[in-house]
């Protein structure tokens, strides 16, 4: 094993045992070199004179670029964009977006969390965990309405093996954490060590765990850990910050289980993909919060590393520029405003999805999941197929909509006018008695 890696794992082990346990062989082998990065990096400080050691271009004090370029790009110099961004990402962003979790999610309190990392958005952020902390056959909890790329970064490319809870209960009345607590339980028996994905507001039912839920589902995870079962538990909040109603709990379940427990290590996956509606700057944050009795901050340094190292042998590095226009972004004095408009108007569109969908002559055709949060809302029908009814709508009807397994129907009203909301659910209908007719 390379000494560099090595040396990260002693300093987990000393101080986390627990969470070198959880690493997997890739994770223990991860490390972030110290060659050319380290040595461009220290001769940024010091060659006052001459550097000639990182592999850009320049021309004087700048860097080379193309007018056919950088005339596009304004109000930015080219040294803000052009050259590589460092793997872990832009420093000053790092401490922004750790900064700004803390005022999204009060009560982390004093807990101390790692400096978030810089991913290519969140997908690949959960493929950077993937490889860190998945070892071929670990069970990784998921309900069994789950976003489809966790089967193509949790299973074909680390082999995991998916155990389901049923998600909602039978009525559609409820998230069904009876079933979530059961099913942890169960593997907590056959495995050392188990991992879950917690995703909310969720995606494809658009649903956020109420204040209630939230609580008793941090409690199941810190209890399953005290009673001696690694947990690895990952919170995928693409969607954070989009909650339109009272009830549902605003904060990332992050904030309740980091450092809780030595058993229990909570990474958070989010960025400004969905929450700053910058869907192609592809930034992403990975942030860990572990509890560990000394030298904590070593043992998050260690996993930075490591995580950034996992990036260095992947893509390199995000890109420069969609981080230095976020920064800006949310250093504007203008940025909560500007969200808080978005913020109004995907909840108009949920708010009119809600009255529209309490017209009985639906419930002929199709019950409603729970919806209160995110981008989408999902319909469950009665007596038709799925893929069919999408099919039929598309060619007969111009509408198109996404189909999940033999019954599921997902409509994505973060797109979706509020104009068009009664038009949208009146022609599923028809397309539904079309079908029964045929």
Request: net charge negative; with cysteine; proline share 4%.
């Amino acid at each position: 094993m390379n000494p560099i890696a090595q040396e990260l794992n002693t300093t987990i082990q000393e101080a986390g045992p627990h969470i070198f346990d959880m690493l997997s062989d890739m994770g223990k082998a991860l490390f972030f070199p110290k060659g050319i990065l380290s040595q461009s990096a220290e001769a940024k400080v010091k060659a006052h004179k001459i550097n000639a050691t990182i592999g850009i271009a320049k021309e004087g004090p700048s860097v080379l670029s193309l007018s056919s370029v950088t005339q596009y790009v304004t109000g930015i110099e080219p040294d803000e964009y052009l050259p590589y961004a460092p793997s872990f990402g832009i420093p000053a962003l790092r401490e922004q977006w750790k900064k700004d979790l803390y005022k999204k999610n009060p009560s982390l309190g004093s807990q101390t969390v790692s400096l978030p990392v810089v991913t290519s958005g969140i997908t690949h952020g959960v493929s950077v965990i993937s490889d860190m902390w998945v070892n071929s056959g670990d069970v990784i909890v998921l309900p069994d309405m789950f976003w489809g790329n966790y089967n193509m970064t949790f299973c074909v490319r680390n082999h995991a093996q998916l155990v389901h809870f049923k998600a909602y209960d039978d009525g559609l009345t409820r998230f069904n954490v009876d079933d979530f607590e059961r099913v942890m339980r169960e593997q907590a028996k056959k495995n050392d060590k188990l991992i879950t994905v917690l995703n909310f507001p969720h995606n494809p039912s658009g649903y956020t765990l109420s204040k209630t839920e939230a609580d008793r589902v941090a409690a199941i995870l810190i209890d399953i850990a005290q009673e001696g079962t690694n947990v690895v538990a990952a919170c995928d909040d693409a969607y954070f910050g989009l909650f339109f109603e009272e009830e549902t709990s605003k904060e990332s379940l992050f904030a309740k289980i980091a450092g809780k427990h030595p058993r229990l290590l909570a990474i958070k996956l989010d960025g400004a993909t969905k929450e700053d509606y910058v869907w192609g700057f592809r930034t992403g944050f990975v942030t860990y919060g572990i509890a560990a009795d000394t030298n904590i901050e070593g043992v998050y340094e260690a996993l930075e590393k490591k995580t950034a190292g996992c990036i260095r042998g992947n893509i390199s590095n995000a890109s420069h520029l969609s981080q230095t226009i976020l920064l800006k972004s949310m250093t504007d004095d203008n940025y909560d405003g500007l969200k808080q408009e978005k913020f109004n108007l995907l909840k108009s569109r949920a708010d009119r999805l809600k009255v529209v969908l309490k017209d009985p002559k639906y419930a002929d055709g199709f019950d409603v999941y729970p919806f209160n949060s995110g981008y989408f809302m999902c319909i469950r029908l009665k007596d038709v197929n799925a893929e069919k009814l999408r099919v039929h709508l598309l060619d007969n009807y111009g509408v198109g909509l996404i189909s999940m397994g033999d019954k599921n129907i997902r409509v994505a009203f973060s797109c979706l006018e509020e104009k068009d909301v009664t038009t949208l659910f009146d022609i599923i209908l028809s397309g539904i008695n079309d079908l029964r007719k045929a």
